[in-house]
């Protein structure tokens, strides 16, 4: 179990209901987004954690359970729940020994009978069992050991979309991805691939936010059908598809993106509906209201900062979202006040003068700052040298291209291009054309002789074939 009280705590209130927000998740999720919550909300802490400890319960991890008893405990402790339940711990012990030793022994006897169904549901069942009592790298095992076993693309799809979640809960991305295309590269039928297309696109857009490439983590969300539902609730719900591809696509994609991909797409729009905020968000910066996009993003702020996967990114996140609107609101002008955009923005004109400092080092934003006048003026070009340059460049792009075709012209002329023709003799004979002068040649036809003799005159009625090893005549 991650060490979860290492990390910041939030002190403000969240705006979601927590019974409302984990209603939308099922399985191990569910506790890790509870721990997560209690560990750094203080406004929920009492009640996140009491779910997790009742969530753990549920189930057959003694660690868990343990982990979030011992944190009630630091901040409550003398809640009823607060204190070990030591009898629920021996007996889910004993009960977990004793599944994991009857699925082993049911696993040997499936392989002494060398029936591959029996042996693939029986890796299947020890995988499931291992990943409920918390051993990721035993199920992960389990799971992949199907392979050797499956007989129809129904089950290689069931291990891959297993191997997805285990994969998931170690944070191994690569896996992820991996496992996803190889269940898109498996022919099935069209209903199948309808039902599969979300989850997949779901699992492959939380794959690249984890490794920060935003933009491809926005159109895999982007491009996931409306039928998700609750069917991957145990990684992510419909409501973080909207969520993790509203805020991805804001950072990095133009305004026209923005437009075409995301306000106008008819299956992504059921996602937004959902989390109708991120929908105006987004509006609001293609309308150019960049001050009312960036004052609703704040006020969800430490809801993103709650949440299990998207907490890492939320700053990074914001920084490029607020970076764009800055950079957009200052094209149309040549020189705008630092108090004016201060307004705008929301923001105090220290601050915003710190953060115009920063990307006009980073090379985000081409302009100055006039500390007297407390302007921002954009650097100004001048038109006429950058229309020398680019006609110098078409020059010399010209010349080259004239220089080249002279050549060829002249190599032509002086009948030095070999053509490469089938000869009778082979495929890699190759038809010397040095027999035909062509016109303007200084080269002259080709003479033979007898033997020990000066060349006499032209050749009649024979054609020269080249070699690679030289030249001969043929009759």
Same mark, same amino acid.
């Given at each position: @179990? ?32 509870? @721990? ?27 660690? #868990? ?7 009630? =405990? !630091? ?15 021996? %007996?889910?012990? %004993? ?12 696993? %040997? ?19 499931? &069992?291992?990943? !409920? ?5 035993? !199920? ?30 170690? +944070? ?5 991805? =991996? ?9 099935? #039928? ?19 936010? =984890? ?18 539902? $609750? ?22 994609m133009n305004r026209n993106e923005l437009k075409k991909l995301v306000l106008e797409s008819s =299956? ?14 987004? !509006? ?37 979202i607020r970076t764009k609107c800055i950079v957009q609101y200052f094209i149309p002008f040549s020189c705008v006040t630092i108090d004016s955009m201060a ?15 920063? @990307? ?22 001048? %038109? ?28 032509? $002329? ?52 080249? +070699?690679?090893?030289?030249? &001969?005549?043929? $009759?």
């Amino acid at each position: @179990m991650e060490n979860q009280t290492a990390a910041n705590v939030y002190s403000e209130p969240p705006r979601f209901d927590l019974d409302g927000y984990i209603t939308n998740y099922a399985g191990r999720t569910r506790f890790e987004r509870f @721990m997560w919550i209690g560990c750094h909300s203080p406004h929920l802490a009492h009640d996140a954690l009491k779910g997790a400890v009742l969530e753990a319960k549920k189930g057959q991890d003694t660690a #868990r359970y343990e982990c979030a008893v011992a944190t009630l =405990s !630091s901040i409550s402790p003398h809640d009823p729940d607060a204190s070990l339940d030591k009898e629920w711990v021996e %007996k889910t012990t %004993k009960r977990v020994r004793a599944d994991t030793e009857r699925f082993e022994t049911e696993l %040997k006897g499936f392989k002494n009978n060398l029936i591959k169904e029996s042996i693939r549901v029986g890796n299947e069942e020890l995988g499931t &069992h291992y990943l !409920s009592i918390g051993n990721v790298s035993d !199920s992960l095992k389990a799971f992949g050991r199907m392979r050797d076993f499956c007989t129809n693309t129904h089950h290689l799809v069931e291990m891959a979309s297993n191997l997805i979640i285990v994969a998931v809960e170690q +944070k191994n991305w690569v896996l992820v991805q =991996s496992n996803v295309q190889k269940i898109r590269n498996i022919q099935q #039928r069209t209903d199948d691939e309808a039902k599969l297309q979300p989850k997949l696109c779901a699992a492959s857009g939380l794959a690249y936010l =984890s490794q920060k490439d935003y933009h491809h983590a926005a159109l895999s969300f982007i491009q996931a059908e409306a039928n998700l539902g $609750s069917s991957f609730n145990q990684v992510l719900s419909s409501n973080d598809v909207a969520v993790y591809g509203g805020l991805c696509a804001l950072a990095s994609m133009n305004r026209n993106e923005l437009k075409k991909l995301v306000l106008e797409s008819s =299956s992504f729009r059921t996602y937004l509906e959902l989390e109708p905020h991120i929908r105006q968000i987004i !509006s609001l910066f293609c309308n150019s209201k960049y001050g009312q996009s960036l004052a609703i993003l704040e006020a969800y702020k430490n809801d993103y900062l709650l949440d299990f996967h998207l907490h890492g990114h939320v700053t990074e996140l914001y920084y490029a979202i607020r970076t764009k609107c800055i950079v957009q609101y200052f094209i149309p002008f040549s020189c705008v006040t630092i108090d004016s955009m201060a307004k705008a923005f929301g923001a105090s004109e220290v601050a915003l003068e710190g953060e115009l400092v920063d @990307m006009i080092e980073m090379g985000a934003l081409a302009a100055r700052i006039d500390t007297q006048k407390r302007f921002l003026v954009s650097k100004r070009t001048d %038109k006429r040298q950058a229309v020398h340059e680019q006609a110098l460049e078409l020059a010399k792009s010209y010349e080259q291209t004239a220089r080249l075709r002279l050549m060829r012209i002249n190599i032509v $002329s002086a009948g030095l291009d070999l053509r490469a023709t089938r000869g009778k003799e082979g495929n890699n004979a190759l038809t010397d054309e040095f027999a035909t002068s062509p016109t303007g040649s200084s080269f002259s036809p080709i003479q033979t002789g007898g033997a020990g003799s000066a060349a006499a005159g032209p050749v009649e009625g024979k054609k020269v074939v080249g +070699k690679y090893k030289g030249l &001969h005549t043929k $009759s």
